[in-house]
């Protein structure tokens, strides 16, 4: 049961932050990089965004 709960926050995590990274203020090129970052390593690439991608965007 705990595993998929996890599962699904992680889920949640991962949309959320590509909602936000094709909202942002990037170029096309920056929003297909961020989100290949995303997906290629998962836990890394949404700490990555979070920490650095967002301050790009200000």
Sequence with gaps: M???LVFLLYILVVIIAL????KGN???VQKVLWGILVFALPVAG???YYLLGRAQQA
Aim: glycine share 0%; charged share 15%; proline share 0%.
């Design 2 to 4: 705990e595993v998929s």
């Design 19 to 22: 909602v936000d990274i094709l």
């Design 26 to 28: 990037f170029s096309f």
């Design 46 to 48: 949404i700490i990555l």
